[in-house]
């Protein structure tokens, strides 16, 4: 199984702050690997798909890069809707699609 | 815009099976493009690939698990399922139902529910 290692676990950070999750694979999967948000009490929401395709609806603040093994989610100006855990998620590899054990974005 | 809302029971005796149903709404569950998966989400495990199903019959589901899972589909009800057996308190979790997209390897959830809490208790 391929494993996914988010650093760090956790963080504190300040509304307009550029804040960057990076996401390690065990091995080397191109760039399959997607972003998810998630909220307390509410189902993960995708961001980004393949490394860095941000999804309709999704603001231009959020962006993603890598492949390989190293991959990073970035927020341009952290606005206060996105204190939130996120986790990435690879697609390498036929199931389990293992996620990352998340990262959760607080204020500082 | 498609919908996902799980329904079942939020509390599980140990051993018992726990039946899961995902509605769908504003979409087909028959189409062939999509993966209907099941997903779930512990304190201790993170969040967990059940399985998934597509064009309606063919299932892959994740080998911890494979031996206790099955996912079918209705398409009379616009509906998806999952039953896992044996439960145990390891299977306490959120369980999600979402909508795959991709196919391998470009394989990523765009629609959720908004998850069952199930629980493992006697």
């Known amino acids: 199984d391929i494993q996914m290692t988010q650093s760090p676990s956790s963080l504190s950070a300040s509304v307009g702050d550029r804040v960057t999750i990076t996401c390690r694979a065990s091995r080397t999967i191109s760039n399959y690997v997607h972003w998810y948000q998630q909220k307390p009490g509410k189902a993960p929401n995708l961001l980004i798909s393949a490394a860095s395709r941000l999804q309709s609806g999704v603001p231009s603040r959020f962006s993603g890069s890598g492949s390989g093994t190293d991959f990073t989610l970035t927020i341009s100006g952290l606005q206060p809707e996105d204190f939130a855990t996120y986790y990435c998620q690879q697609s390498y590899s036929s199931l389990p699609y293992s996620f990352g054990q998340g990262t959760k974005v607080e204020m500082k | 815009q498609v919908q996902l809302q799980e329904s079942g029971p939020g509390l599980v005796k140990p051993s018992e099976t726990l039946s899961l149903t995902c509605n769908v709404s504003?979409?087909?569950?028959?189409?062939?493009?999509?993966?209907w998966s099941w997903i779930r989400q512990s304190p201790g495990k993170g969040l967990e690939w059940i399985g998934y199903i597509y064009e309606s019959a063919v299932t892959n589901y994740n080998p911890s698990l494979k031996s206790r899972v099955a996912i079918s589909v209705d398409t009379s009800k616009k509906q998806f399922s999952l039953k896992l057996s044996s439960m145990t308190a390891a299977d306490t979790a959120v369980y999600y139902c979402?909508?795959?997209?991709?196919?391998?390897?470009?394989?990523?959830?765009?629609?959720w529910g908004k998850g069952a809490t199930v629980i493992v208790s006697s």
């Open positions: 504003g979409g087909s569950v028959s189409s062939g493009s999509f993966y």
């Open positions: 979402a909508r795959g997209f991709g196919g391998v390897p470009y394989f990523y959830l765009d629609v």
